[in-house]
């Protein structure tokens, strides 16, 4: 499985196509991992590992279109996005993964500081399907994926904060009364603490300013991430103007 130069040797396996695509997209180069993904998907196709069963194979494709919708979507190629991750959406049910089939932690190629992977397979299928959908404007779309991502995203807490914000908002974009997205996806979100989380604070803080809680109102939230990171800023930002925006009814969120 070792890695060939992206410039030039084919890579054999699927497992080194997964990884070839992810690092060039930690080098920025999305692009080019995109078409990692996708090339490798036909190479699998191609050539399939000797002795692998058909289920095995699905697999591995499936890996490959979780990671090649999640690149189509930081290149905004929306349709490209939802296309694939549809595909991969349909697969992982198929596959009844985290039901029947034991969902799979994902190796972390640029870990937390506790070196403790936070996400699975069938958690970012879903996840990144229902982001796609959502960032389409596709409310019952979104939440249709949403609905799959809560079924795998009780596994731990960080995946469960962020497909529940998420989830909130296309509910209520949707036309759910606040109170009932918050019933339907944040009841399982405790409001004091919740722990070991690794990465998603800042998506628990907005489940929590979604629920209500005293000490996260969207003004204090934004106070509170005001000089942090840009990712984490743009995460808070949005959310917080949907909550002014469907909660507060204040329309200059809609800028």
């Keep these: 499985d070792e890695l060939a130069d992206p410039a030039g040797g084919r890579v054999s396996s699927a497992r080194s196509w997964v990884w070839l695509g992810r690092r060039l997209a930690y080098a920025g180069r999305f692009t080019d991992a995109l ?79 506790a070196n403790v992977p936070t996400s699975t397979l069938a958690s970012n299928v879903f996840y990144h399907q229902a982001l796609a959908r959502h960032l389409r404007g596709e409310w019952s779309a979104a939440r249709r994926a949403h609905d799959d991502a809560m079924r795998v995203a009780r596994a731990n807490p960080d995946q469960l904060v962020a497909t529940a914000a998420w989830a909130w908002v296309s509910a209520v974009l949707d036309g759910d009364a606040p109170s009932a997205a918050t019933r339907r996806y944040l009841a399982g979100v405790p409001a004091t603490s919740f722990t070991p989380m690794y990465e998603n604070g800042v998506y628990y803080d907005l489940c929590r300013c979604h629920a209500g809680t005293r000490g996260f109102s969207a003004r204090e939230l934004l106070l509170r991430y005001d000089e942090t990171d840009a990712v984490s800023f743009a995460t808070v930002g949005y959310g917080v103007a949907m909550q002014q925006l469907l909660v507060d009814g204040d329309a200059r969120a809609a800028a």
Excluded: C, M, Q
């Design 35 to 113: 078409d990692a993904f996708t090339t490798g998907r036909a190479d699998l196709a191609k050539y399939p590992p000797v002795g692998a069963d058909a289920s095995t194979l699905r697999l591995w494709d499936l890996r490959l279109l979780r990671h090649a919708g999640h690149r189509a979507i930081t290149l905004r190629r929306l349709d490209e996005a939802a296309r694939t991750l549809d595909e991969a959406g349909a697969t992982a049910n198929e596959l009844d993964l985290g039901g029947s089939r034991p969902d799979e932690y994902e190796a972390d190629g640029a870990p937390n500081s």
